[in-house]
């Protein structure tokens, strides 16, 4: 299967690169189709999210966005809300699980957030 990563900017390169050491380690098969988007590829090209990001994501149907600065002030959407609307993307779901390793208000704690 082959993944749409978009590795972003600042920190997201890291964390890009960590959660795909993460899921090659778990011998998941994934082939990973790298892009970057965001800030970062704003100041080098004058594009926010390129071309090259967009046929990605149409190729292969499945992606993993890492984080990215969103420009403030600078008179267009964040990469987040430009690739909702493009795609019609309506939810952020956000499982979360205790998982016995610290002291937590609650026990046994799981439950998704849709937002």
């Known amino acids: 299967m082959k993944v749409t990563m978009i590795t972003g900017d600042g920190i997201g390169e890291e964390i890009a690169q960590s959660a795909m050491d993460v899921i090659d380690a778990s011998g998941a098969g994934i082939a990973w189709d790298i892009v970057r988007a965001g800030e970062a590829v704003y100041e080098e090209t004058g594009v926010l999210i390129p071309d090259k990001v ?61 937002t």
């Open 54 to 114: 967009y046929e990605s994501l149409e190729q292969n149907k499945v992606a993993l966005k890492a984080p990215m600065t969103t420009p403030i002030g600078k008179g267009f959407r964040s990469v987040n809300v430009s690739l909702r609307k493009k795609y019609d993307l309506y939810a952020n779901i956000r499982p979360v699980q205790s998982i016995g390793t610290l002291e937590t208000l609650f026990e046994k704690l799981d439950l998704v957030l849709f």
